[in-house]
């Protein structure tokens, strides 16, 4: 099946912008007679999840590419009490930049931030609360944009009038792309006439434009339990639907084989990656991917520390900058659609259009 041509389109701009970043880091640049090296942590589920982990990795190894210079090199883990000794290690290995993978990951993160405020650090999807002049940059994507579009791409595609979205764990980081995904369906309803149901998150009433996405939903309780992820989808496709969103990392692989034990009809929607690049094999059940620019933002911080350019700050990707881009893997998708959601796209980047689901009736 890798050998099957997919389209690809993704919905927002090309290039990655870092934003606005506010504390100068001098970094450790590397010099022609050493290496510089760029480590990362992974969280659970492992280097080989097909999601945010393998995203952050290839995301130094493409700074490797672009900088001969630049040595990589990862340790996974396996839990949460791995992360403070795997980034201690990295620590006394002098890395030039140290990567963390995930929400999970704040607290270690932060504790050793705090503890080497001299070492440079980048998280993935998460904001620590750290003291003033700590060298950490904070990788966020505003992911409820591109769930939109999944969203509304889900309600006009499905052929039963179901869909369904479920977490590993509800965090904000979870619940902002579960969030925007009903929030698309809902706005389809509301602009079709139609009455599409989604399944799996119930948002409620909260203040969105700060990042506080209540409600409550279907969550497995981590990101690596892929039986879990097979249950819950076979169980959805029995309650009517034909098309799931798993926000759940190497999880969703268990989505992908109940798809498979569905049968034809059933699709998914990958997130983080392309699905299409990061499964190959299982592309032809991927009915579109809802990313988020995790390869391309930890590349721009590794390279930036290499060369003494490393700022602290916050970096938040959106359809504007890139990154946060909905691709569409399958060539069923009519050409209506498709320019719907560049219409959207635009209304999304404008602020015409609200993210906020409860802006629309529920079905």
């Known amino acids: 099946m890798g050998s099957i041509r997919r389209l690809a389109m993704t919905l927002g701009a090309a290039s990655l912008v870092m934003g606005t970043l506010t504390v100068s880091v001098a970094g450790t640049a590397a010099t022609a007679a050493s290496k510089f090296k760029a480590c990362v942590v992974t969280d659970t589920g492992g280097i080989n999840d097909k999601s945010f982990n393998a995203s952050a990795y290839q995301g130094v190894k493409d700074a490797m590419k672009a900088n001969k210079n630049v040595v990589g090199s990862y340790l996974s883990s396996t839990s949460s009490a791995d992360y403070a000794p795997n980034i201690n290690s990295f620590i006394n290995k002098k890395c ?28 993935v999807d998460d904001v620590p609360t750290v003291k003033k002049g700590t060298h950490v940059l904070a990788l966020t994507y505003a992911t409820n944009q591109d769930g939109f ?117 059933n699709q998914i929607l990958w997130v983080d990656t392309n699905g299409c690049v990061s499964d190959a094999p299982d592309c032809s059940w991927f009915l579109a991917s809802v990313t988020k620019g995790v390869e391309a933002s930890v590349k721009a911080a590794v390279l930036s520390a290499a060369t003494n350019k490393f700022k602290a700050g916050s970096y938040v990707g959106t359809l504007k900058n890139g990154g946060a881009a909905l691709i569409l893997n399958s060539k069923s998708i009519p050409a209506s659609v498709k320019a719907k959601l560049k219409s959207l796209t635009a209304g999304i980047i404008s602020g015409a259009i609200s993210l906020d689901p409860n802006s629309y009736p529920a079905p």
């Open 96 to 123: 030039g930049i140290i990567v963390t993978v995930g929400f999970l990951m704040d607290a270690a993160t932060t504790k050793a931030a705090n503890a080497h405020p001299k070492q440079p650090f980048a998280i």
């Open 149 to 265: 579009l999944a969203g509304y791409l889900a309600a006009a595609s499905t052929k039963k009038g179901t869909v369904a979205t479920y977490g590993g764990m509800q965090f904000p980081t979870v619940a902002i792309y579960m969030d925007g995904f009903v929030a698309g369906v809902r706005y389809y309803n509301k602009t079709m006439g139609a009455a599409v149901k989604s399944l799996g998150w119930n948002p409620t009433p909260g203040n969105r434009a700060k990042g506080v996405f209540n409600g409550t939903g279907t969550f497995v309780g981590n990101f690596t339990d892929q039986t879990a992820g097979k249950t819950i989808t076979a169980g959805d496709f029995a309650a009517g639907a034909d098309i799931v969103f798993p926000v759940a990392g190497s999880v969703g692989l268990g989505s992908i084989a109940a798809a498979k034990a569905a049968g034809p009809g």
